[in-house]
């Protein structure tokens, strides 16, 4: 490997920092969390169980040839959260044993059994996907008046050197 490549274990630091930090945030200032979204969601509660409902299901799908989808319970903060502990630990796990055989395999999705995707896609997925909706709650929470905190892109997180 190239001393410029990424390890998605670097990536996997980052989302768990920065979802660790978001929790931290929430439990100061549950109020954020009903914040109004507009659209298929309808609260920033409603968008962080989205975040780890894909999370969950994308991380099982690595380890599963027939993930299972679970609704998450928006109310419960630690249910959200304790759901992206698990996903996070089930990702982790599988980059120790990860060969690039793993990273080709293709997985299907079991509604929609045409769409094919290898694992390194769902790794990449995974983490792409909570730093697209973590800005999105980081602008609906700044638009609300409540500081977010300082901004969170990769280039200031400490999960990296």
């Avoid at 996997?12 to 109004?36: C, G, K, M, V």
């Amino acid at each position: 490997m190239s001393a410029a490549s990424i390890e998605f274990r670097a990536l996997l630091a980052y989302n768990h920092s920065e979802t660790e930090r978001w929790h931290a945030f929430f439990i100061q200032h549950p109020e954020a969390l009903d914040i109004e979204v507009g659209g298929k969601m309808e609260k920033v509660r409603n968008l962080v169980a989205h975040i780890f409902e894909v999370e969950s299901f994308f991380s099982n799908a690595l380890s599963s040839d027939s993930p299972d989808y679970v609704k998450l319970n928006a109310d419960s903060v630690d249910e959200l959260f304790a759901a992206h502990e698990s996903a996070h630990a089930t990702i982790a796990q599988f980059l120790e044993t990860a060969t690039e055989e793993s990273l080709q395999k293709m997985h299907a999705f079991p509604r929609r059994p045409e769409y094919k995707f290898s694992g390194r896609k769902l790794l990449i997925q995974i983490m792409y996907h909570g730093v697209n909706h973590w800005g999105q709650v980081a602008l609906l929470v700044r638009r609300a008046g409540i500081d977010a905190g300082k901004p969170r892109d990769i280039i200031g997180t400490n999960a990296l050197p």
